[in-house]
Structures are given as structure tokens and as C-alpha cells.
T-cell receptor
Framework: DTEVTQTPKHLVMGMTNKKSLKCEQH?????MYWYKQKAKKPPELMFV???????INESVPSRFSPECPNSSLLNLHLHALQPEDSALYLC???????????????FGQGTRLTVV | QKEVEQNSGPLSVPEGAIASLNCTYS??????FFWYRQYSGKSPELIMS????GDKEDGRFTAQLNKASQYVSLLIRDSQPSDSATYLC??????????????FGSGTQLTVLP
């Protein structure tokens, strides 16, 4: 089972709203990621959690706030977004550190976010 | 700056033909290599991973890796219209552990014509 589940699939929010994106995996992966993807561009890494600790924050504005409540769940809290933040937000997971032989990352189906 | 280069395309092939997608990377120390397929409006789907020089076959897909030339390719045999998508090449400096340094190419748009 290589499933990463994201909710919601679509989200429209105003610039003053607060919303959260959710991601869940049950593959026992210990690394989870948030990516942002604009049209016709590759995914851009935003945050990396390794063993539930934030290990990379790629200079993302503070209006994006990640949270990893446990090894299976990853949230992205959104507040005071701008229209240019409209994009496909992707969650991914991989096995993480250790003796695992591979670094394969599996993506969820994404949340299409529109900021109005 | 680690870079992964792909021809953006679009690449068009007739149904039943072999589609050849190419990718070069700048970090000579890279250890793991991936091909993702992304349909329009959907998320990337991992279709091939390769770690050693040579060919790796999975159904109609063959990944080829040449670390000396810093080159990885994806061949799709007997191409079908359902293969029409953007194909993303991704490279990781590590062969184990986190995928935190995964670098994506800009993608090649493939169209298979019926």
C-alpha cells in the first residue's frame, strides 16, 4: 500500500481566513513533506519532517505553519494567504533515516488551493 | 546549485511507438533516480526508481542510468494515449534515508497520438 491521503481535495479561501490542509499515511514512513506546485512547474519543497521533527523549512513565509502531530499525520495551517499562494499543495512521505535502501517519495493526490 | 535538466517538450509520438525521455543532472555524487508521471491537474505518481548503472525494466517502462555521463532516461514501449502526461525526473544525492534533497527537473510533456 503506497497511499498518502490528503484532505480537502479543493479549497477556496479568502485572504483573511484560517484553514488547514491535512495529510495521512499508514506506510510506517518516518519522513513527511509539504510541496507547493504551480502550473507547468515542478514541485517546490516547503517543509520536511523527519521523525516528527521539523528538519527543513525552505524559507517559507510564516503565513504557512506546518505541524506533525504524530508519525502518520501532517498538517499545514494557512493564515492570511495571498492570491499568489494559489497552487496545488502536495504532501509526500518516504521511509526516512535508517538502513532503508531507498529514498522513494510517494505523493498524495494534492489539495488545489485558490485564494480569493 | 544542483540541477536536473529535461527537455520540456512537448514530445509527440504515435500510438505503439517508443517514447524516449531524457534527463541529465549536475551532481556527480547523486545516488538515486526517479521518474514520476503527472497527469494534468493530478499529483506526481512514482513509476520508476533506479540506483545502479544499467537498465531496469517494469512492464512497458525501462529506466536507463549512466552515472559516468550523468544521464538517466525513461523508455516507454508500445506507447498508449493514456501515457500522455508530464514526466518528471528526480534525483537524490543519497541512496538511503530521507528524500529531503530530492531535486526535480522541469518535466517533459508527452503526447501519444492515436
Amino acid at each position: 500500500d503506497t497511499e498518502v491521503t490528503q484532505t480537502p481535495k479543493h479549497l477556496v479561501m479568502g485572504m483573511t481566513n484560517k484553514k488547514s490542509l491535512k495529510c495521512e499515511q499508514h506506510m510506517g514512513h518516518r519522513a513527511m513533506y509539504w510541496y507547493k506546485q504551480k502550473a507547468k512547474k515542478p514541485p517546490e519543497l516547503m517543509f520536511v519532517y523527519s521523525y516528527e521533527k521539523l528538519s527543513i523549512n525552505e524559507s517559507v513565509p510564516s503565513r504557512f505553519s506546518p505541524e506533525c502531530p504524530n508519525s502518520s499525520l501532517l498538517n499545514l495551517h494557512l493564515h492570511a494567504l495571498q492570491p499568489e499562494d494559489s497552487a496545488l499543495y502536495l504532501c509526500a512521505s518516504s521511509q526516512g533515516r535508517g538502513r532503508s535502501r531507498n529514498t522513494e517519495a510517494f505523493f498524495g493526490q494534492g489539495t488545489r488551493l485558490t485564494v480569493v | 546549485q544542483k540541477e536536473v535538466e529535461q527537455n520540456s517538450g512537448p514530445l509527440s509520438v504515435p500510438e505503439g511507438a517508443i517514447a524516449s525521455l531524457n534527463c541529465t543532472y549536475s551532481d556527480r555524487g547523486s545516488q538515486s533516480f526517479f521518474w514520476y508521471r503527472q497527469y494534468s491537474g493530478k499529483s506526481p505518481e512514482l513509476i520508476m526508481s533506479i540506483y545502479s548503472n544499467g537498465d531496469k525494466e517494469d512492464g512497458r517502462f525501462t529506466a536507463q542510468l549512466n552515472k559516468a555521463s550523468q544521464y538517466v532516461s525513461l523508455l516507454i514501449r508500445d506507447s498508449q494515449p493514456s501515457d500522455s502526461a508530464t514526466y518528471l525526473c528526480a534525483v537524490n544525492p543519497f541512496s538511503s534515508g530521507s528524500a529531503r534533497q530530492l531535486t526535480f527537473g522541469s518535466g517533459t510533456q508527452l503526447t501519444v497520438l492515436p
